[in-house]
């Protein structure tokens, strides 16, 4: 048996989201699987759907976190043929009795923004004590195993294993459709998918689609997700006036969003640090490249590890409108993001579940 604890899971959306419910489910096809997760808006519906056994802790967030504790230590207590127990976060390890750990093989997730905090500082002292109790830690790029490193995690625990992603499913024609109904003759047809959040760059992708207008009159850009910059940006798009060349979704199903992305010619994201916030891999990339798009990231942080610099897509300074602005306007010279798209779609092969769940295998056993 294999046990989940995590702070993120589907049907929430994200990229720690999606990694966790993915590995979930290709742990599945190798013994029965336990997770442990926060209550969603959604989740009766998304539990009912799945075949795995999932328990959902409610209440206030304040008191949830030791609820999920107390029945973690109870469930590890009363099974004794768990295989592994991966944590999403050092904070859900952190309230997990140090025996009980120490009666399984223990896998602790490492994301840049989690773990980014001052040596010496409260946060950075509960993370050492919290991944001291690990078995091992796993990595989700170079950028945050070396941030980690430099942090002060136990380097000699670490692996790195790139984030997975399913195969792609087969679009069907309704929602491709749909799909070519939004973007009608538009081009280029351009698509974020990620939180609506300050480091993910939305804000310089709508400067830039009000500069390309002039290069491009029927330039089209989708946004799907949602966050706590919604308004903010859903307001500069106005002020920008280019409400027609902009379409913001939030709440879609993954059919609709896969059609959507299969039918753009970009994928971008120009992340940028944020603070201690910063990019540690960028899943998204390698979603868009198993449909044949290419992407264009920001050069901070662990997209590098997810995107092949003029292979696979270009990366620029998320930061500097400029340096996206001619990464874009190269990324289409002579259509360039054919070919792009060609080697990212295979680049992308790399990164399927039935092949990274092998590299967490190799660590059980």
Not at 161 to 169: E, K, L, N, Q, Y
Not at 257 to 262: C, D, E, R
Not at 338 to 356: H, L, M, P, R
Request: hydrophobic share 35%; net charge positive; proline share 2%.
């Amino acid at each position: 048996m294999f046990l989940i604890v995590t702070r993120n899971f589907p049907p929430d959306v994200g990229g720690i989201q999606m990694l966790m419910g993915n590995l979930s489910k290709s742990l599945l096809n190798h013994g029965p699987v336990k997770v442990f997760a926060f209550e969603h808006e959604y989740s009766k519906a998304y539990d009912l759907n799945s075949s795995i056994n999932i328990e959902r802790i409610k209440g206030i967030k304040l008191f949830r976190k030791f609820r999920k504790a107390n029945l973690v230590n109870n469930f590890i207590n009363s099974n004794n043929n768990i295989r592994g127990l991966f944590a999403d976060h050092w904070k859900s390890l952190e309230l997990i009795k140090k025996e009980n750990l120490q009666k399984v093989k223990t896998f602790c997730l490492l994301h840049s923004k989690e773990i980014n905090h001052e040596v010496g500082s409260i946060l950075n002292k509960r993370l050492i004590k919290s991944t001291n109790n690990a078995d091992c830690i796993i990595a989700n790029s170079n950028f945050t195993k070396n941030l980690a490193i430099k942090v002060g995690i136990n380097s000699s625990k670490i692996s790195i294993i790139f984030p997975g992603i399913p195969r792609p499913d087969k679009i069907d024609n309704i929602n491709k459709n749909k799909a070519e109904n939004i973007f009608e003759d538009s081009f280029p047809k351009i698509i974020t998918v990620s939180r609506l959040e300050k480091r993910k760059g939305h804000d310089k992708i709508l400067m830039l689609i009000k500069n390309l207008k002039v290069k491009y009159p029927k330039i089209k850009y989708v946004s799907i997700g949602s966050g706590k910059e919604e308004s903010n940006l859903k307001k500069l798009a106005s002020e920008l006036e280019i409400n027609n060349n902009v379409l913001f979704l939030k709440n879609i199903d993954h059919n609709s969003k896969i059609a959507l992305i299969s039918s753009s010619n970009l994928h971008l994201m120009p992340s940028r640090i944020e603070g201690k916030s910063v990019e540690g891999f960028g899943i998204s990339f390698v979603e868009a490249a198993s449909y044949g798009v290419a992407s264009i990231g920001g050069k901070d942080g662990g997209t590098s590890d997810a995107i092949s610099h003029e292979k696979t897509g270009l990366l620029c300074d998320g930061s500097d409108l400029n340096s996206i602005y001619d990464s874009v306007i190269k990324f289409f010279t002579n259509n360039k993001y054919i070919q792009y798209g060609k080697n990212a779609k295979v680049f992308s092969e790399n990164f399927y579940w039935d092949k990274v769940i092998k590299s967490y295998l190799k660590l059980i056993d």
